[in-house]
Nanobody, 117 residues
Framework: QVQLVESGGGLVQPGGSLRLSCAVSGSGFSIYTMGWYRQAPGKQRELVAAIGTGGSANYEDSVKGRFTISRDNAKKTVYLQMNSLKPEDTAVYYC???????????WGQGTQVTVSS
């Protein structure tokens, strides 16, 4: 059973930065695309960034140029570097393996990101 453990969230002022980490247990990490999702209060969870096995990345329009997804296959960890944060980035952030409009693994606890002055 794959487990996902997200960390690195916190309270940051607008314009600030955070780096999120997601540790993935279980086998097969290096051969799958992984993604970062977020869920704001009252909204559906959305995929904001994904990274393929070779490092190619895709981003949701609202985070392009501000967020960078990366992965360390040896450590089985996915990262999300978030710069120039805005209040609308406030959400609980999760990682998972995308599958169509849903995801493959059981969701972790997520990590709260709050952008506020």
């Amino acid at each position: 059973q794959v487990q996902l453990v997200e960390s690195g969230g916190g309270l940051v002022q607008p314009g600030g930065s955070l780096r999120l980490s997601c540790a993935v247990s279980g086998s097969g990490f290096s051969i799958y695309t992984m993604g970062w999702y977020r869920q704001a209060p009252g909204k559906q969870r959305e995929l904001v960034a994904a990274i393929g096995t070779g490092g190619s990345a895709n981003y949701e329009d609202s985070v392009k140029g501000r967020f960078t997804i990366s992965r360390d296959n040896a450590k089985k960890t996915v990262y999300l570097q978030m710069n120039s944060l805005k209040p609308e980035d406030t959400a609980v952030y999760y990682c998972n393996r995308p599958r169509g409009s849903s995801a493959v693994y059981p969701w972790g606890q997520g990590t709260q990101v709050t952008v506020s002055s």
